[in-house]
């Protein structure tokens, strides 16, 4: 199959490819990794899990790693990360759990419009929350919100592999029905002796059993995982959940592992300055805000491609993978990574990754 | 030959700007959706006619099947080369992100690279529309358009010469940006010839191969007619998108502007020469599909990023402002237009002066 694939590459265009066979079957692609939508439930008043099956091109991922899913909205593709559960011996079966944002045009799209049947794209595997099963150690996992998403997959990968671990799961949120996986929790915790899970709700009146109440905090976790000190500690959740275990925990527990979620930047003032990275020249700057993109970059010696230095021939187009940029023509802002921002009228107004 | 135009002050200038720029943003903030269906039926269009036309040209023992099947496969190229190629090539679905209608990497079915286009068309020619020495497309280095272009002998063989270029003319755009005159000249060195030579070649090695190699050999016995039809798809194609280009910017009434006009040249005055060096096609709906929506050159120019299919719409409000402002909006049916255009060929095939110096500038003396 590679080899016939090698003969064949000269000849094949992957649009006209993707085009023809995807009238057989929606997922289907020269190369790109497509995955359809197979089932889809409710997780919790807020969320919802989709169950993808990812083409042949899926080189899988390992238990509390991220994938960037892309679908599309208005006619435009959208990126998100989110942490998927494998359900498949194959690696091809997964699952997301999206939880709706606010004003979030990628999770509204999918926890309302994607149905059975619809493609997704998915981009590589990335992220180092995750441990070998075998590896010894007590474990505590500590998540807010959609931070849920990695450890769900975390133990659901230990308990598959019949881990005898010591795991404790400290999970908030804010009222009891925006907590996701919460039978699944209890059952998986029968099935593997050294499980524990705690749900800790912020904003709930009337705790039943095996709820718990308050912001992060040394007396609550001394109270729940008597010995966090001695265990290896996995936090995710949104920045200022990070941050706070953080504090408490870095400095006393033997491994601390984190990831959270980065808000949407925040467009800055004109004034000030920005810090631009190129990827391609592997060069980090610090640029005026107020200034379109490419003078700024030439100001510091930089000399990237451009024509007409006025936002319609396309040359100096490049990717931006991060951060967000102002029009300086019709004002319009752009906080989405891009394969093809038009540096010449284009300003930043937050720090910015560049494929230059 | 450059019929007077009413002059404007500078602030009428920088008004008749803002309006476009307001129209501009106004149609920015629409784009969604709808362009995102719209190109991709015409993409889906497109690949059926491609299909069809070859399976057709396949079973051309049949000869009706060989005159349809080589009529898709012209109408396939034409849609790829034009509604699809030449405006996403533009950028104007970049918004979508999609990997298969990005500016920067679509690749067309036609002789030429999609870099090469990129850089002489997307940049010299819609940023230096009509100016005399930086747009390349003003007679592409072969025909003498413009009576401010000077004489030479060569130039009374042009009516033969015009239509060769025009049965040639993929193979004309695909070594535009070799600026052969340049490296005969001596001003070109051949190291640099012959790197830019090599993407340039193996895009037409890879035409060549797959219409004149590859699909008359998958025919078998039918290899001839396959052949024949893939070049007269080529040729119909050619024709075609000859005769909409040249109608776009050499029309009679369309003006030619000196270098000196371009330095500090504001929005509105870029706006203003736009206009000025374009002319528009009247027709049907179908008819601006087949054109890539260049029958509306003058909005193109304009708005070369806005998705083309809304050039139809943007047309009526362009119309009006150019209209308030005095400014000439240069339209007509494809005939009359085209018949222009075969008159600047012959008449400045012969030696011509122009009638008098061209008015350069909008501003009011």
Same mark, same amino acid.
């Given at each position: 199959?590679?080899?016939?694939?090698?003969?064949?590459?000269?000849?094949?265009?992957?649009?006209?490819?993707?085009?023809?066979?995807?009238?057989?079957?929606?997922?289907?692609?020269?190369?790109?990794?497509?995955?359809?939508?197979?089932?889809?439930?409710?997780?919790?008043r807020d969320a919802v899990t989709l169950e993808l099956r990812a083409n042949r091109h899926f080189k899988g991922l390992r238990?509390?790693?991220?994938?960037?899913?892309?679908?599309?909205?208005?006619?435009?593709?959208?990126?998100?990360?989110?942490?998927?559960?494998?359900?498949?011996?194959d690696g091809r079966h997964l699952s997301i759990?999206?939880?709706?944002?606010? %004003? %979030?045009?990628?999770?509204?799209?999918?926890?309302?419009?994607?149905?059975?049947?619809?493609?997704?794209?998915?981009?590589a595997a990335f992220g180092d929350m995750t441990w070998a099963d075998a590896a010894p150690g007590a474990r505590l996992l500590l998540a807010a919100g959609s931070g849920i998403t990695p450890m769900i997959s975390l133990i659901r990968s230990a308990v598959a592999a019949g881990s005898t671990l010591d795991l404790d799961l400290v999970y908030w949120a804010r009222r009891r029905d925006e907590l996701c996986f919460v039978d699944e929790l209890r059952d998986l915790a029968t099935r593997m002796p050294g499980l524990r899970c705690h749900?800790?709700?912020?904003?709930?009146? %009337?705790?039943?059993?095996?709820?718990?109440?308050?912001?992060?905090?040394?007396?609550?976790?001394?109270?729940?995982?008597?010995?966090?000190?001695?265990?290896?500690?996995?936090?995710?959740?949104?920045?200022?959940?990070?941050?706070?275990?953080?504090?408490?925990?870095e400095t006393r527990v033997s491994q601390f592992h984190s990831e959270s979620f980065t808000p949407k930047a925040l467009p800055a003032a004109v004034t000030g300055t920005v810090r631009v990275e190129l990827t391609r020249s592997r060069r980090t700057l610090e640029v005026p805000a107020g200034m379109p993109l490419l003078a700024a970059l030439e100001s510091q010696g930089l000399a990237p491609a451009h024509g007409c230095r006025m936002g319609l021939c396309n040359t100096c187009a490049c990717g931006k993978s991060a951060g967000s940029t102002q029009n300086v023509v019709d004002g319009s802002t752009d906080a989405e990574p891009t394969p093809a921002l038009r540096i010449c009228v284009n300003r930043a107004t937050s720090d910015l990754i560049l494929d230059l | 030959m450059a019929c007077a135009t009413k002059s404007l002050s500078p602030a009428a200038l920088e008004a008749f700007g803002a309006e476009l720029?307001?129209?501009?943003?106004? &149609?920015?903030?629409?784009?969604?959706?709808?362009?995102?269906?719209? @190109?991709?039926?015409v993409v889906k269009v497109q690949r059926y006619f491609e299909v069809a036309g070859r399976v057709l040209l396949f079973a051309s023992i049949f000869p009706p099947a060989w005159f349809l099947g080589t009529l898709l496969l012209g109408l396939a190229k034409i849609l790829d080369n034009m509604e699809i190629g030449h405006n996403v090539m533009h950028g104007q679905y970049d918004w979508m992100r999609d990997p298969h209608?990005?500016?920067?990497?679509?690749?067309? *079915?036609?002789?030429? &690279?999609? *870099?090469?286009?990129?850089?002489?068309?997307?940049?010299?020619?819609?940023?230096?529309t009509n100016v005399r020495g930086m747009d390349d497309d003003i007679g592409y280095g072969l025909l003498r358009l413009f009576p401010e272009q000077r004489w030479r002998p060569f130039y009374l063989a042009q009516p033969l010469v015009a239509i060769i270029f025009a049965l040639a003319f993929e193979w004309g755009v695909a070594i535009q940006d070799l600026e052969l005159g340049k490296y005969f000249a001596g001003r070109k060195s051949k190291a640099q010839m012959r790197a830019e030579w090599k993407p340039v070649s193996r895009k037409m090695r890879r035409q060549i191969v797959k219409d004149y190699v590859i699909f008359p050999i998958l025919a078998g016995p039918f290899f001839l007619p396959v052949l024949a039809g893939n070049f007269v798809a080529n040729i119909i194609r050619n024709l075609w998108t000859y005769t909409v280009i040249f109608c776009g910017h050499f029309t009679a009434d369309v003006h030619l502007f000196p270098k000196s006009i371009v330095d500090n040249e504001s929005r509105g005055h870029w706006y203003w020469? /736009? @206009?000025?060096?374009?002319?528009?096609?009247?027709?049907?709906?179908?008819?601006?599909?087949?054109?890539?929506?260049?029958?509306? /050159? @003058?909005?193109?120019?304009?708005?070369? *990023?806005?998705?083309?299919?809304?050039?139809?719409?943007?047309?009526?409000?362009?119309?009006?402002?150019? &209209?308030?402002?005095?400014?000439?909006?240069?339209?007509?049916r494809m005939s009359v237009q085209f018949s222009q255009v075969v008159w600047r060929i012959l008449r400045h095939s012969l030696p011509s002066r122009p009638a008098r110096l061209p008015s350069v500038t909008p501003l009011a003396a």
């Open positions: 199959m590679t080899s016939l694939r090698r003969y064949l590459q000269p000849l094949v265009s992957p649009p006209v490819f993707d085009f023809w066979a995807s009238r057989f079957n929606a997922a289907a692609s020269w190369d790109r990794v497509l995955a359809k939508v197979v089932a889809r439930r409710a997780e919790s238990a509390g790693q991220h994938l960037n899913v892309t679908a599309e909205v208005d006619g435009a593709r959208l990126t998100r990360s989110y942490s998927p559960s494998l359900l498949s011996a759990t999206v939880r709706e944002v606010d %004003g %979030g045009k990628l999770s509204t799209q999918l926890c309302r419009h994607t149905a059975i049947g619809d493609v997704v794209e998915l981009g749900f800790v709700l912020t904003r709930e009146t %009337g705790l039943r059993e095996g709820e718990h109440e308050g912001r992060p905090s040394q007396e609550l976790l001394q109270r729940l995982v008597p010995d966090h000190a001695q265990r290896q500690v996995f936090a995710c959740g949104p920045d200022g959940f990070v941050e706070s275990v953080r504090e408490l925990l | 720029d307001a129209l501009r943003a106004r &149609t920015v903030a629409k784009i969604g959706t709808e362009d995102a269906r719209y @190109i991709r039926r209608l990005n500016g920067k990497t679509y690749e067309w *079915d036609i002789a030429g &690279t999609g *870099d090469n286009w990129r850089k002489t068309h997307n940049f010299k020619h819609h940023t230096y020469r /736009q @206009i000025l060096g374009s002319s528009n096609l009247r027709g049907g709906k179908l008819f601006h599909v087949m054109t890539g929506n260049l029958s509306h /050159q @003058i909005e193109h120019h304009l708005f070369p *990023d806005i998705p083309a299919w809304r050039y139809e719409a943007l047309a009526r409000e362009v119309r009006a402002i150019c &209209t308030r402002y005095g400014v000439p909006y240069n339209t007509g």
